[in-house]
């Protein structure tokens, strides 16, 4: 079983298709197509049907694709030892939710491409239901995520880097009565969703109807500018709060926190790029609010 023919099979299923594929590694499409089939003869099995112009992964192919990439990526772990890296170098895909993404990660992405020059960096926003699947697939290395505090996945490695209270916020005026009584969600995957939920039942909140919205951004715009009230982590909203633009009631109940993770799969080989950047996570945390 080849490398190139394991790389050949994971670059189509990643770009669409085997000319995309061709295109992308420099082959011809002819070789491209006799990678996959000398794979496919050496497994007895089919990797992909040809539906006219749509190629797509049989079941078989599916369940492979697992398989080829931790191959691919231990090849990779074997190399970059055989090499005796001095210095973290090569790729590293970060995942992060959408919230980490513009309010934690800018200052360490930062500082990592100031420290390592040789590592290119991707970053990529992750859904929550995705995210299992995004690790144990090899589209990302390394996952910044927000949840609950006890979770912990059985098949990823997790660590807690920092617990991060809630806020409740609410309009500065109350021009309309009704408009306190709407709440404002994130989207109902989001970890603290389900927070929300239970802190309006707990406390008895008069709700008479939700919104939900895919950014933390437009929520808070939502509630300067009247709409209802909604519950977010306290680092989201710091700066709105020092300048008054809404109210803010910090939640005191530590049940009521969530946690910022650093994730990646158990099986996943921890490259000096990886360990660098969950280093340097590390001490950044250390300074957040």
Not at 58 to 75: H, M, R, S, V
Not at 140 to 167: F, G, Q, S, Y
Request: proline content about 3%; aromatic content about 10%; hydrophobic content about 35%.
């Amino acid at each position: 079983m080849e490398l190139r023919h394991l790389i050949t099979f994971k670059t189509i299923i990643e770009k669409g298709g085997f000319k995309k594929a061709a295109d992308h590694l420099g082959y011809a499409q002819s070789s491209v197509t006799n990678h996959v089939k000398d794979l496919e003869e050496e497994l007895n099995q089919r990797l992909f049907d040809r539906l006219g112009k749509k190629v797509v992964l049989t079941t078989f192919g599916k369940e492979f694709f697992p398989y080829a990439n931790k191959i691919i990526d231990l090849y990779t772990e074997v190399k970059e030892k055989a090499n005796h890296y001095d210095e973290p170098s090569g790729n590293l895909r970060i995942g992060s939710f959408e919230i980490l993404t513009s309010c934690r990660l800018p200052q360490i992405l930062l500082e990592y491409k100031e420290k390592y020059p040789k590592v290119n960096l991707s970053i990529s926003s992750i859904d929550y239901q995705n995210l299992n699947s995004e690790l144990q697939n090899g589209n990302i290395d390394l996952a910044l995520v927000l949840d609950k505090k006890d979770w912990n996945p059985k098949e990823l490695h997790v660590e807690r880097i920092k617990d991060e209270p809630m806020v409740l916020i609410s309009p500065l005026k109350e021009k309309d009565a009704r408009n306190t009584r709407t709440v404002l969600y994130t989207e109902r995957s989001c970890a603290y969703k389900g927070l929300f939920d239970r802190y309006i039942e707990e406390n008895q909140l008069d709700v008479r109807g939700s919104v939900d919205f895919g950014s933390v951004e437009a929520i808070k715009q939502c509630v300067m500018n009247g709409l209802g009230i909604s519950m977010l982590p306290y680092f989201t909203v710091k700066n709105r709060l020092d300048q008054h633009v809404f109210n803010g009631k910090i939640i005191q109940d530590r049940d009521y926190e969530v946690t910022t993770f650093v994730a990646y799969h158990k099986d996943k080989w921890i490259s000096p790029a990886i360990d660098s950047m969950i280093s340097l996570i590390r001490e950044h945390a250390q300074q957040w609010d």
